[in-house]
């Protein structure tokens, strides 16, 4: 019973500093309104976490331990080269968006704390871009797609899936769409994206 309330406790903890940070980013958010939002007091926050840094951390890491298998198992599987594109655009931008604050600590603690992704890169659910290299490799020598390098096309299948939603609030003023509709674009990416690089490489 003593396990079950913690896991609990810890439950909650993690989905109101989930919602907090996602509202005001990591240096808005208080460890005094995490604590509000999970019904217990801020002793028994710091109690589980020492530190706001610490509990972004995990929180970072929950998430991570959701998306990770998933890319894996797309990178990892028998899918032709164009599907794996597909299907990783599908579930990245839909995990992002789900998860809007997280480029940004991302990009931040990288800044801040280098050492941060070497944590991840020691899980075992790291994602693994060997076999999608080698796949990339044996494409460009059968003459399929046009010669790109594995580096390159990884970056661009990030980058277009990431920006817009990273840049979600100068790119609804600067096209003039409110949330619902840019909601609607980012939606669309996850075939347009992947169409797009793919048509960019194919040999027809």
Do not use: C, W
């Not at 926050?45 to 331990?65: D, G, I, M, P, T």
């Not at 990245?92 to 890169?121: A, D, Q």
């Not at 769409?177 to 793919?198: G, H, P, S």
């Amino acid at each position: 019973m003593a396990e079950s309330n913690k896991e609990n406790t810890e439950n909650k903890i993690l989905n109101a500093a989930k919602a907090i940070f996602q509202s005001k980013g990591m240096d808005g958010s208080r460890m005094q309104e995490i604590a509000d939002k999970a019904g217990i007091n801020k002793a028994l926050l710091h109690y589980y976490y020492r530190s706001k840094q610490v509990l972004f951390e995990a929180v970072f890491s929950n998430a991570f331990s959701l998306i990770a298998p998933q890319l894996n198992k797309i990178l990892d599987s028998d899918l032709d080269l164009f599907d794996k594109i597909r299907g990783f655009a599908k579930n990245y931008i839909s995990f992002i968006s789900k998860h809007p604050y997280l480029p940004n600590f991302v990009i931040n603690e990288l800044h801040r704390n280098p050492g941060f992704i070497l944590k991840l890169k020691e899980k075992k659910e790291f994602p693994n871009f060997e076999k999608f290299t080698n796949q990339i490799n044996e494409y460009v020598e059968k003459g399929l797609i046009r010669p790109i390098a594995p580096e390159q096309l990884f970056l661009n299948l990030i980058s277009l899936n990431l920006f817009p939603i990273v840049g979600s609030p100068l790119f609804k003023l600067l096209l003039n769409l409110d949330d619902i509709t840019y909601k609607k674009l980012i939606e669309d990416r996850k075939t347009e994206v992947a169409e797009f690089i793919i048509h960019s490489i194919k040999i027809k």
